[in-house]
């Protein structure tokens, strides 16, 4: 069975760090586009970041380029987003999600794709001013 767990998140002042974590099992995150997506309140679900193990691509929505990095280790199966310079804006519930069609990173935006085949239950973060 497919799980994603999200941990890492938590309460952090503007212009601190955090360092998401997204454990997979039930799969080989590798093979799949696996991406991070944030909710904040009253908001739409956005895109954040999205990476492609197998093809080694990864991309990022404009708003935190410079910022944030995605990366995977394979030997836990887990994707990490690296959070820096955080701002009050960033505060959302972060979630992962994973897909075998690995083409969903191309299309990373934003707005999306949110038709992510598996999806965590998120982990909140909370950036204060």
């Known amino acids: 069975e497919v799980h994603l767990v999200e941990s890492g998140g938590g309460l952090v002042q503007a212009g601190g760090s955090l360092t998401l974590s997204c454990a997979a099992s039930g799969f080989t995150a590798d093979d799949y586009a696996i991406g991070w997506y944030r909710q904040a309140p009253g908001k739409e679900r956005e895109g954040v970041s999205c990476?492609?193990?197998?093809?080694?691509?990864?991309h990022y929505v404009e708003s935190v380029k410079g910022r944030f990095t995605i990366s995977d280790d394979k030997a836990k199966n887990t994707v990490y987003l690296q959070m820096r310079s955080l701002k009050p804006e960033d505060t959302a519930v972060y979630y992962c999600?994973?897909?075998?069609?690995?083409?969903?990173?191309?299309?990373?935006?934003?707005?999306?794709?949110?038709?992510?085949?598996?999806w965590g239950k998120g982990t909140l973060v909370t950036v204060s001013s």
């Open positions: 990476i492609s193990p197998s093809e080694g691509t990864t």
């Open positions: 999600a994973a897909d075998p069609r690995k083409y969903y990173c191309h299309i990373f935006s934003e707005n999306g794709p949110y038709g992510m085949e598996h």
